[in-house]
Nanobody, 124 residues
């Protein structure tokens, strides 16, 4: 498994931008497919974005497509989520996740390592 620590959350206004980071430990980061999920109060955790081991393939939820960008720096063993044009409905705790797998999962069940989460609050 990969150990993960998210950072970069905060309180912003609608239309603002934030960049989340997920620092990983261990030598397996470059072999792990990575994802971002979020959980709003009273709702289930939902998929946001995912990226392949090499970074060549990315996947997005329809709700964030065109506004969010997932990326990774394998040399820095860090995953990123650039969030632009934030909306109040983006308010949630954001989690990064990792898995050593052939395919890139877009569901929670596909991941076996999780960070502790970082809060993002978007005011209107």
């Amino acid at each position: 498994q990969v150990q993960l620590v998210e950072s970069g959350g905060g309180l912003v206004q609608a239309g603002d931008s934030l960049r989340l980071s997920c620092a990983a430990s261990g030598r397996t980061f470059s072999r792990a497919n990575m994802g971002w999920f979020r959980q709003a109060p009273g709702k289930e955790r939902e998929f946001v974005a995912a990226i392949s081991r090499s970074g060549d393939s990315t996947y997005y939820a329809d709700s964030v497509k065109g506004r969010f960008t997932i990326s990774r720096d394998n040399a820095k063993i860090t995953l990123y989520l650039q969030m632009n044009s934030l909306k109040p409905e983006d308010t949630a705790v954001y989690y990064c996740a990792a898995v050593l797998s052939l395919m890139v999962p877009t569901t929670q069940r596909g991941y076996d390592s999780w960070g502790q989460g970082t809060q993002v609050t978007v005011s209107s």
